[in-house]
């Protein structure tokens, strides 16, 4: 049987991934606060709900990709959400960045409704998203997570049950801690080099066959070469703000975590700065300033 999927969240992780759903031929609803994207997905056969209450009605499982904690937490738990409109045995998935309490939340609420939660974030930035082959890791009852495997090896191809409640969201944050330190590091030798007079597109090629070899660098170093700062892709305010729940974890489990502090602060830096809506290798920018001096390639 065909599951009806219901989707809340239609960014620029969201509708693409709609777009794998429809494509594998599931039955999709939608619901967005922009209904120009909401427009576009139908049009090409989704579903339309007008209300969080109107979408679980006639979805077996929902998901959803939302931007922060505060609008996952108004969908999931707030008057009128999925929470409150779920129906017992409905699958609730969250697919957004948020701290291990609101999943944790999440799931307390869902179980209140006899409905299962799970937490289940993505990693891999549009253009997996776009050709299904996003990270999926998930969090929450293993019998849930089996039923829903179908729809998320749709959209990802590294797709692993993590363990329970708020593993998900754990490895999330781990995840972007290593992001965060990765883009810093990256950052940093690549000034260093161009400073020192190297073609900053030799330091790339060579320490990218090398030990120093990460996929930030990878990233990030094109970007930086080319100033190409301005684009659909995730922004220095996403890090900073993921930055955040990083650290929160890290102080709620007792741990020093000097590189994900580091991170934070030259992050919140560049987003002081002007910077926020940057692309993430916008990083650069403050040690740029700090060095009187700015990465070009030399040929």
Not at 18 to 27: E, F, K, P, Q, S
Not at 96 to 120: H, M, Q, R
Not at 276 to 287: K, R
Request: net charge negative; aromatic share 4%.
């Amino acid at each position: 049987m065909t599951l009806n999927v219901g989707f809340v969240g239609l960014g620029r992780m969201g509708l693409p991934m709609c777009y794998r759903l429809l494509n594998a031929g599931y039955n999709l609803t939608v619901n967005n606060r922009s209904q120009q994207k909401v427009d576009e997905i139908c049009s090409h056969g989704a579903n339309r709900s007008t209300s969080l209450a109107e979408l679980s009605s006639t979805s077996d499982v929902v998901l959803a990709c939302l931007p922060d904690i505060a609008t996952v937490e108004k969908v999931f738990l707030g008057e009128n959400g999925l929470i409150e409109n779920a129906t017992s045995g409905q699958i609730l998935v969250d697919h957004s960045t948020v701290g291990v309490k609101t999943s944790k939340a999440c799931a307390e609420g869902a179980t209140s409704k006899n409905a299962i939660f799970l937490d289940a974030p993505i990693s891999g930035g549009t253009e997996r998203a776009q050709s299904g082959e996003l990270t999926i890791m998930a969090g929450g009852q293993s019998e849930a997570y089996n039923a829903v495997l179908p729809v998320f090896e749709t959209m990802g191809t590294t797709v692993r049950h993590i363990g329970p409640t708020g593993t998900g969201t754990t490895v999330k944050l781990i995840n972007q801690l290593l992001v965060g330190i990765h883009s810093l590091a990256a950052a940093e030798a690549m000034l260093m080099g161009s400073k020192a007079g190297a073609d900053p597109k030799l330091v790339y090629e060579v320490v990218n066959s090398g030990w120093g070899q990460s996929f930030m660098l990878s990233r990030n170093a094109p970007v930086m070469i080319d100033r190409d700062f301005i684009g659909e892709r995730t922004q220095i305010r996403v890090f900073l703000k993921d930055l955040v729940l990083v650290n929160e974890l890290a102080e709620e489990l007792g741990l020093s975590s000097p590189g994900a502090k580091l991170a934070h602060d030259m992050l919140h830096r560049a987003n002081e700065e002007g910077y926020g809506d940057l692309d993430g290798a916008a990083i650069v920018l403050p040690l740029e300033s700090d060095g009187d001096f700015q990465i070009k390639a030399l040929q």
